[in-house]
């Protein structure tokens, strides 16, 4: 297992060319974790590859996590859709359309807030971005005791796949941190 780097900066570009540096030293990378330090925010990027072999099949992911003070217990979830939703939208599961059509048929949006998720999907990049990946969850995650007046809250993006291409994790960075800095400006 790799050791986890910390980076620090103040801006996008100076922490992503610490993160590219490092992506580009190992192309070959099966296992990353970095806690990203930008202005007030703690960032975990996480990416885990396992081959599989013999009989097994392996797997990949790419994490992006950060905690957040949530005291109105604000959640959103959006993923991919699927047949079970299709089936679950028939039983009356209810999906919420933030007014952009190739959008809402292909993502699923669960959320308290609908205002406040249609000003965080108000960006074509984000909006296409999220669109374009497959097999993924970006959600708030509440902490397991319910209390969400301390940081224990998590802004969460995992996508089933392993991505190491430092241009497009940068573009899924881009996307996590400007969701995290609308939904808690001020961070930790």
């Known amino acids: 297992m790799q050791e986890e780097r910390h980076i620090y900066g103040q801006n996008e570009d100076e922490v992503w060319q610490q993160l590219a540096q490092d992506l580009n030293q190992n192309p070959d990378l099966l296992q990353y974790q970095a806690i990203i330090h930008q202005q007030n925010k703690e960032i975990t990027l996480d990416i885990d590859i396992d081959l ?39 039983f009356g599961m209810q999906d919420v359309e933030i007014g952009y059509p190739e959008f809402d048929e292909r993502i699923i949006v669960k959320t308290t807030d609908e205002s406040r998720v249609r000003t965080i999907l108000t960006d074509d990049t984000t909006r296409s971005t999220l669109a374009g990946l497959k097999d993924f969850t970006f959600e708030i995650v509440l902490p397991d005791d319910g209390d969400t007046e301390g940081s224990d809250s998590r802004l969460e993006l995992i996508i089933e796949e392993g991505i190491t291409d430092p241009v497009r994790l940068r573009q899924l960075y881009h996307i996590f941190f400007g969701t995290l800095n609308l939904i808690d400006p001020f961070s930790l």
Not at 53 to 61: D, H, R, V
Not at 65 to 76: E, T
């Open 52 to 90: 599989g072999g013999g009989f097994e099949g392996g797997f990949a992911t790419t994490i992006f996590s950060a905690p957040f003070r949530n005291p109105d217990g604000f959640r959103f979830a959006l993923h991919e859709e699927s047949f079970f939703d299709d089936l679950g939208k028939f």
